[in-house]
């Protein structure tokens, strides 16, 4: 059982930079394929970074270049570096857990566990 944890949201300006972290409560030390979604009211979840469980990393094209999905290892938190900042990034930014095996992907319906979410508010 895995239980999520997220922290690091807030209010911005366009162009300022944030550190997301994603605290994984678990009993297993294996590293779990694990992603950052976000979401705005109205919209679909959208997935915008994924890291397996070789450190193999994928984003989608909005965020490659700004963002970098990290984690040390399998007992410490997974972080999103958010850098350069614009209003369209503006969601709540949720982590979560593939417990299958597979390719890594950012499709949302891959991931079984989620947190509960922290939102982030780009001004402009």
């Known amino acids: 059982h895995v239980q999520l944890v997220e922290s690091g949201g807030g209010s911005v300006q366009a162009g300022e930079s944030l550190t997301l972290s994603c605290a994984a409560y678990t009993s297993s030390s294996a590293r779990h394929h694990m992603a950052w979604f976000r979401q705005v009211p109205g919209e679909e979840r959208e997935g915008i970074a994924a890291i397996d469980s070789t450190g193999y990393t994928q984003y989608v094209d909005s965020v490659k270049d700004r963002f970098t999905i990290s984690r040390d290892n399998a007992k410490k938190p997974l972080y999103l570096q958010l850098n350069t900042l614009n209003p369209e990034d503006s969601a709540i930014y949720y982590c979560?857990?593939?417990?299958?095996?597979?390719?890594?992907?950012?499709?949302?319906?891959?991931?079984?566990?989620w947190g509960q979410g922290t939102q982030v508010t780009v001004s402009s």
């Open positions: 979560a857990v593939r417990g299958s095996r597979g390719a890594c992907t950012l499709t949302l319906s891959a991931f079984d566990i």
